[in-house]
Antibody, heavy 119, light 113 residues
Framework: QVQLQESGPGLVKPSETLSLTCTVS????????LNWIRQSPGQGLEWIGH???????SYNPSLKSRVTISVDTSKNQFSLRLASVTPADTAVYYC?????????????WGQGTLVTVSP | DIVMTQSPDSLAVSLGERATINCKSS????????????LGWYQQKPGQPPKLLIY???TRESGVPDRFSGSGSGTDFTLTISSLQAEDVAVYYC?????????FGPGTKVDIK
């Protein structure tokens, strides 16, 4: 059974870069789109972007200037970097694998990690 | 962007009774070339990530109990829990995956009356 697990700092200072990694176990990431989503009380669920295992990316236009998603197939991992964070970026960040039916339909999620942006 | 709205914001239903959640999209999510509605439903329990319940508006994900059903087309969709169980207490979200920017509804909280 495929499992995803987010890891990274839980506290980031304003103007710095948020960095998270998602490790996929129990199955290969090959052939799948790998997504990042965040959830905050004010914004609900917000799709950040995704990467195909081969490296092609697509980002939410509202975040595109600050977001980079990368993949490391040798480690079965993918990563998120969000630059120039502000308190509005405080949220639970989830990684998720897309379904075989559609690359934006999310059928396997990590448990999520809370990232707080604060001095 | 396609904006998703849901109603009601919350509802309380007696055990064994029906719960109905509505979702509306600001534009049709029906793709005419394959006649599929690009609409999914997720369940999120406290402290857990969302779980995919239904896709293509009415197809249950493997392992999802058949008391969960989805219906609708175009811009108006419904998630029905035919006989509410205690373990169904959660927030339910609809999501469109029609456009290149997927968007979610604000959620509907389901509780036991």
């Amino acid at each position: 059974q495929v499992q995803l697990q987010e890891s990274g700092p839980g506290l980031v200072k304003p103007s710095e870069t948020l960095s998270l990694t998602c490790t996929v176990s129990g199955g290969s990431i090959s052939g799948y789109h790998l997504n990042w989503i965040r959830q905050s009380p004010g914004q609900g669920l917000e799709w950040i972007g995704h990467i195909y295992y081969s490296g092609a990316t697509s980002y939410n236009p509202s975040l595109k200037s600050r977001v980079t998603i990368s993949v490391d197939t040798s480690k079965n991992q993918f990563s998120l970097r969000l630059a120039s964070v502000t308190p509005a970026d405080t949220a639970v960040y989830y990684c998720a694998r897309a379904s075989i039916w559609n690359d934006l339909l999310l059928d396997c999620w990590g448990q999520g990690t809370l990232v707080t942006v604060s001095p | 962007d396609i904006v998703m709205t849901q109603s009601p914001d919350s509802l309380a239903v007696s055990l064994g009774e029906r719960a109905t959640i509505n979702c509306k999209s600001s534009r049709s999510v029906l793709y005419s070339s394959n006649n599929k509605n690009y609409l999914g439903w997720y369940q999120q329990k406290p402290g857990q990530p969302p779980k995919l319940l239904i896709y293509w508006a009415s197809t249950r994900e493997s392992g999802v109990p058949d008391r969960f059903s989805g219906s609708g087309s175009g811009t108006d969709f419904t998630l029905t829990i035919s006989s509410l169980q205690a373990e169904d207490v959660a927030v339910y979200y609809c999501q469109q995956y029609y456009s290149t920017l997927p968007t979610f509804g604000p959620g509907t909280k389901v509780d036991i009356k």
